[in-house]
Structure formats: C-alpha cells, structure tokens
C-alpha cells in the first residue's frame, strides 16, 4: 500500500472528521506516494526514532507529535537551521515518509493515548464515564480523564506509575504518605489547561481529585495549587512524568490497533525514550 492509502484507511478507521488544512495531522516530509514497506509507530520522529526505523527496513513513520521542534511542524523559520538541515538529510537519504497523527487519535470517542495509558497502568475498569451536560464549558471535565482506584499511598502509586509506565524521572509533590483513590490524568499538556490554566484547578475541585498525574506543567498553577493544599493540610497529591512518558504508552497500543486494520503490513512500535537523565 501506499502511504496516501495508509493515511485514508487510519483517518475512515476513526470515524472523525476533522478540517484538513487546520489539522496537525499532516505528511510532514516525503512522498505520499511511497509504497510502504514497514510501519513504525512512535511519540515522536527524534533522531534516534529515525535510524531505528532505518535499521528496522521501515519507511514511513507514524509519529504523534512534532518533526521540527514547534506545533504546527512549521518549518520556514529552520530553513538555514544546521541541526534542521541534517535531520531533514537523515531523513531524505533514507526515503522516510512522516506523517503526523495526533488530532485524530484524541477526537476518537475513546481517546486512543489514553487506551494505551490504561492497558499499560492496568486501569481501564477504574476510569470513570459519566454523562456530560452539552453546556460543559471545561474541556477537561468532557474528556473524562478521572479514575477511582483501589487506595493506597502516594508512595506506593508513584512505584506502580515508574514501573508500568517505565518512568525514571518522575517529579512529586505531596506527602508520601498520603493517600490516593481520586486520580486525575491530563496527559501531555492536559495539565496546562486545554486554553484556559483555571480549568486544571477547577477540575480538582469539581472531581474531588487527591491525585494528579501529569505530562507537562507550569509551575504556577495547578503544581502551585497542589503544593499550597498540601501544605495546608489537604489530601493533595502530583505526580509529573512529562509529556514523553504519558503519551508514549498510546503510541505503543496503536501498534496493535493499525495492525488490526491493515493486516498486510508490517507495523512496530519504537520508544523515542525520556528525554532526560537523572543528573
């Protein structure tokens, strides 16, 4: 097949419609008529990703987030760039065709990252579904991004996250050994508000939330109020594991979900990793 055709049959597979040109799910470098030989699935089209996938014989790579370092994958601004100009060789050299799946796999009814967070914590039957009032106006609260867990320590849950998750670096606030059963999960920039930073802390309120786990944060809000309730006496809890590590898990899953639907390919899963290390 090839890679126009791919694309088609992920996008019909979905079931959304989304507008075309405002989408960020677009080819972002090569040719949509590349016959593909193997798929890989990935966060994101880091350097290491890319000479996986070459070593692997694929050629068409299936990221979830930016090639060129800013949102909308704009590149005009990279042009004399250096470190833009030997990627975007890397990636010419080797006939890779990368396409950009992101909007859809989160309009899905059944957010598609958030699928592949619950198979990987093992959550699936605590996340909570509740009809939505179409005059809710926070987007966090329509996604329904909460859980109810069996209880246990902060101490215990932050071992359980790294583990299933593969987390090394995990930030924490709140006391250890304080309890979490209300969890809350705004993965990738969730916690940054979806438009609006209030909507984190109201969702805490409104969700009676003790526990957050989070992708990326601003330090000044919803850690900040987190920090301040547990340090005045409330059940408050955070834990932050970046944005890599609380999405990759969907790109993983989505591996065995594109397989489904394109039997006669090849597709793998390839971990672009935690960005950083331990210093």
């Not at 593909?36 to 987030?65: P, Q, R, W, Y």
Request: hydrophobic share 40%.
């Amino acid at each position: 097949m090839k890679v126009r055709e791919i694309v088609d049959s992920i996008i019909t597979e979905t079931g959304v419609i989304l507008d075309p040109v405002k989408t960020v799910d677009q080819i972002i470098i090569g040719d949509p008529d590349t016959e593909v030989t193997k798929i890989v699935t990935t966060f994101m089209a880091t350097v290491d990703v890319i000479l996986e996938a070459v070593s692997l014989g694929a050629n068409f790579i299936i990221t979830h987030e930016p090639t060129w370092f800013n949102g909308r994958d704009q590149k005009e601004w990279l042009i004399k760039d250096p470190v833009y100009l030997k990627k975007k060789q890397l990636i010419e050299e080797n006939h890779l065709v990368i396409w950009r799946f992101h909007d859809y796999m989160h309009a899905v009814s059944d957010d598609l990252i958030y699928q592949g967070f619950d198979q990987d914590m093992g959550w699936s039957e605590y996340k909570e579904r509740k009809e939505i009032s179409k005059e809710e106006k926070n987007p966090l609260v329509k996604a329904q991004v909460c859980y109810e867990i069996p209880e246990m320590k902060l101490k215990d849950l932050v071992i359980k996250v790294k583990d299933s998750l593969d987390v090394k670096c995990a930030r924490v606030l709140g006391n250890h050994e304080g309890t979490c059963r209300r969890i809350g999960v705004l993965v990738g920039g969730g916690s940054l508000g979806l438009g609006d930073e209030k909507n984190t802390m109201e969702l805490v309120r409104r969700e009676n939330l003790d526990t957050v786990i989070c992708g990326d944060i601003t330090e000044w809000t919803l850690s900040a109020y987190i920090r301040d309730a547990s340090m005045l006496g409330f059940n408050q809890s955070m834990i932050v594991i970046g944005h890599e590590r609380s999405e990759e898990s969907g790109m993983k899953h989505l591996a065995g979900w594109l397989q489904n639907i394109l039997p006669s390919q090849s597709v793998i899963f390839v971990d672009a990793k935690e960005p950083f290390i331990i210093g």
